[in-house]
């Protein structure tokens, strides 16, 4: 059974403070994503990575930055936070299995309060 | 551009089958359909996929019709605990994974 964690189910910061969010995965797989999750806009793709130091912009990467040090693990980091980065933030994970569609298991999400 | 569409609601009666379907009438040969539900304030939890061929597993089924044109994921017995949005998503990429808005499904006792 595939296991992706978030540090965090909830989270309130303040305006312009610089905020972690941790995601770990134990199924030893080679990619990992990160999004974030609006009303009336889906899921958003912010970074991903395809391997340990790879990282890749997704369609929303401004105010963000990753970092993947171990292959387990990818964190999200909110440089200095805004209120409109008030969200539902989700990582997932996922094997590369060549050409084949590899499927995406996410976490629980953590909500992020902006204040 | 939404490659998929799915009605907004759905209600089903407990300890029935729950039909969800899913139309995707632009699908590309080599675009896989999945499924993914998410339950209130949780991440989205894999279901099902397939390609061409009715996949079974235990969850769910999914249909796909021949043409490829659309799909209809089957909850053979639903539970209260599948209340839920349901999405469809096609997809060719790792990282083309685009929810749209999913059906609401509520199953009702």
């Known amino acids: 059974d595939v296991k992706v964690t978030q540090s965090s189910r909830y989270l309130v910061k303040r305006t312009g403070e610089k905020v972690f969010l941790e995601c770990v995965q134990d199924m030893d797989h080679e990619n990992m994503f990160w999004y974030r999750q609006d009303p009336g806009l889906g899921l958003r793709l912010i970074y991903f990575s395809y391997d340990v130091k790879m990282k890749e912009k997704g369609d929303i990467p401004e105010g963000y930055s990753v970092s993947r040090e171990k292959k387990e693990r990818f964190s999200l980091i909110l440089e200095s936070a805004s209120t409109n980065q008030t969200s539902m933030y989700l990582c997932?994970?996922?094997?590369?299995?060549?050409?084949?569609?590899?499927?995406?298991?996410f976490g629980p999400g953590t909500r992020l309060l902006v204040l | 551009d939404a490659k998929t569409t799915q009605p907004t609601s759905m209600d089903c009666a407990e300890g029935r089958a729950a039909n969800l379907p899913c139309n995707h009438s632009t699908i590309s040969g080599n675009e896989y359909v999945y499924w993914y539900r998410q339950i209130h304030s949780q991440g989205p939890q894999y279901i099902i996929h397939g390609l061409k061929n009715n996949e079974t597993n235990e969850m769910a089924s999914l249909i796909i019709t021949e043409d490829r044109k659309s799909s209809t994921l089957i909850l053979p017995h639903a539970t209260l605990r599948d209340t839920a949005v349901y999405y469809c998503i096609v997809r060719v990429g790792n990282n083309d994974m685009r929810f749209g808005a999913g059906t609401r499904l509520t199953v009702k006792p």
């Open positions: 997932a994970s996922s094997l590369t299995l060549g050409i084949q569609q590899e499927t995406q298991y």
